[in-house]
């Protein structure tokens, strides 16, 4: 089985971005997926989750330990799409 890749979240945001810049120029969200390396559902659930997020957000809200491996380890309010949060789960 092949081992699990894990983004942190600054990762994620960067690659949101440039997929949504590439899609921007008309090129398809399949392709673009293609070239970073991941699936289109992958790239639909982490635009769900971290969409509305700016990478200096990401840097100054959270601190170190909350930057882990995706959803679990966000802030309880980033989940809920309020406010920072500094309570990670």
């Known amino acids: 089985m092949a081992r699990r890749k894990r983004h942190?979240?600054?990762?994620?945001?960067?690659?949101?971005?440039a997929i949504?810049?590439?899609?921007?120029?008309?090129?398809?969200?399949a392709e673009t997926c293609r070239e970073h390396a991941i699936s289109e559902q992958t790239y639909y659930r982490w635009r769900a989750e971290?969409?509305?997020?700016?990478?200096?957000f990401?840097?100054?809200r959270w601190p170190p330990s909350c930057r882990g491996s995706g959803r679990r380890n966000?802030?309880?309010r980033a989940r809920q799409g309020g406010g920072?949060?500094?309570t990670c789960l």
Not at 50 to 56: D, I, M, N
């Open 58 to 60: 990401c840097r100054t």
């Open 8 to 17: 942190t979240p600054e990762q994620i945001i960067s690659m949101l971005r």
């Open 50 to 56: 971290f969409g509305g997020l700016k990478l200096a």
């Open 84 to 86: 920072g949060a500094t």
């Open 74 to 76: 966000l802030p309880v």
């Open 20 to 29: 949504e810049v590439a899609v921007a120029q008309g090129r398809t969200v």
